[in-house]
């Protein structure tokens, strides 16, 4: 029987149930998860280069423990879906104190990365006996970056499949964008480097991986003598001129942008804690679609200026064009944009800001959603009851209830196909499909037609 004297904090829509009080084992978790935070922060001070086993093990051992120890407690014990308890309230998901002091952590740590990557030299050295054994040689200071990456999709991955686990495709979605950062993004590359071929991360190519489209990418690469550099160039091209079409054609954006793409993987792993902070404002509507077009064009016309450069000079060789296209692009996109706002500002901004706002390979990948996939949400209007969870939880900011209310099907070059308002509807209103393209676009039922329909009975 439950205890009718007890206050229950769930507000869930979903699943009413007695609210179980783990709270103590919770708290023993998350103190073991700071304690390994703070030996990795011992670390940069000098001890992780003198004992780099000892330390890298046991800092990343006890986040790790203590992260799926806090899962199982809170989520698998617990009914699967999102839980809306003091979500606006909270001070790390309501932009409360705790989120600004992880805005600026993270924002710190990456623009010191950048600049005075010296600072952590001694991570670097902690980091080097993993890099030997997978790389070969010592750490550099983006592959410690990388580390750092890859551990927190998988721990956040896992957290995401045991949170969603009602559902199959977060599921298998979460466990391929898992698989897409582990072995596309870290351990290939890591293994070529091994093996003395050309690093490539194969999950990034053009326009995403700007330089891949330069001149000097080519020439190196066709330098290389062995067999695999051919390769990278075939893979390369072909993803961006054959696979890019034809898989968006099929299944929408979300091949890439929920499957593959590692920002994306990072957005809906790590992010997930902050997705309903995404603005739904109209106007970040308008300034998106301003932003993301522009950074798109911007690509294209410098990769085209560079390649006339090249052609005029008859020599794929770097040139002045091509070094500074690449610098200020690094800079002020990849730095700027896409590392200090589009991930440090998670805790405030929502998790997809690069994604939505920047990203050119999300552009092209929405052109071809909006206007020539087979790819669309259907929505069973007669069935919403205008909760609004699907809008909240939407990462890119779209306001899916708006269309569901309607009965109207979403077609929107933003979407990126994470499926998460079909998962968190109470009501099962909304299916993402892919279907033949006539009637994908369907006249939405405005109230007024309904009434109509009613009186004309
Ligand atoms: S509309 Fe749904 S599937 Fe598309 S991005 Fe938003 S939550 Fe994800
Ligand atoms: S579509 Fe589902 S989640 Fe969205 S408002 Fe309607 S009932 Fe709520």
């Not at 806090?70 to 909270?90: A, E, Q």
């Not at 005075?116 to 991570?123: G, K």
């Not at 050309?198 to 489209?213: H, I, M, Q, T």
């Not at 990418?217 to 072909?238: C, D, N, R, T, Y």
Request: glycine content about 8%.
């Amino acid at each position: 029987m439950p205890d009718l004297n007890k206050v229950d904090p769930s507000i869930d829509l979903t699943s009413a149930h007695e609210h179980q009080d783990f709270s103590v084992l919770s708290k023993v978790a998350v103190a073991i998860m700071v304690i390994g935070f703070l030996i990795l922060s011992i670390a940069v001070f000098g001890p992780g280069a003198k004992y780099p086993k000892l330390f890298l093990f046991s800092s990343f051992g006890a986040i790790a423990f203590g992260s799926l120890a806090y899962t199982f407690l809170t989520y698998f014990l617990s009914p699967s879906g999102v839980k809306n308890n003091h979500i606006t309230t909270s001070a790390l998901t309501a932009h409360g104190w705790l989120a600004w002091i992880m805005a600026v952590g993270l924002t710190g740590f990456y623009v010191i990365h950048y600049w005075w990557s010296h600072l952590f030299e001694n991570w670097y050295r902690m980091m080097d006996p993993l890099s030997f054994y997978v790389r070969g040689k010592q750490t550099e200071d983006w592959i410690f970056y990388g580390v750092l990456y890859t551990f927190g999709v998988l721990i956040m991955g896992i957290r995401a499949i045991v949170k969603y686990r009602h559902s199959r495709y977060q599921i298998i979605r979460t466990c391929m964008v898992i698989f897409s950062q582990f072995f596309l993004a870290w351990l290939i590359p890591s293994l070529l480097v091994y093996f003395k071929e050309p690093e490539a991360y194969v999950n990034y190519f053009w326009p995403l991986s700007f330089k891949d489209g330069f001149p000097l990418h080519f020439q190196s690469l066709l330098q290389e003598p062995s067999i695999m550099a051919k390769f990278l160039i075939f893979w390369s091209l072909g993803l961006t001129f054959i696979g890019t079409p034809i898989l968006t054609y099929y299944f929408g954006k979300r091949w890439y942008c929920s499957w593959v793409c590692g920002c994306g993987g990072l957005a809906n792993t790590v992010g997930d804690p902050f997705r309903q902070n995404s603005s739904k404002k109209l106007i970040s509507w308008k300034i998106e679609r301003w932003m993301i077009n522009s950074v798109l064009i911007f690509i294209v016309v410098s990769t085209g200026y560079i390649w006339y450069v090249a052609a005029t000079a008859g020599t794929l060789k770097i040139n002045p064009a091509d070094h500074y296209l690449t610098k200020s692009y690094g800079f002020l996109i990849g730095m700027v944009f896409s590392g200090v706002v589009g991930t440090g500002f998670y805790p405030i901004l929502g998790t997809r800001v690069w994604c939505r706002f920047g990203c050119p390979q999300a552009a092209i990948l929405g052109f071809i959603q909006r206007f020539f996939s087979r790819f669309r949400i259907t929505t069973n209007g007669g069935q919403c009851i205008s909760c609004g969870n699907c809008s909240k939880y939407c990462e890119m900011g779209i306001d899916v209830r708006s269309y569901a209310e309607r009965g109207a099907n979403i077609v929107r070059a933003s979407c990126v196909g994470c499926g998460m308002c079909a998962t968190v509807c109470p009501r099962g209103v909304l299916n993402l499909e892919n279907g033949p393209r006539e009637g994908r676009i369907n006249k939405p039922v405005s109230l007024s037609d309904i009434i109509n329909f009613e009186e004309d009975k």
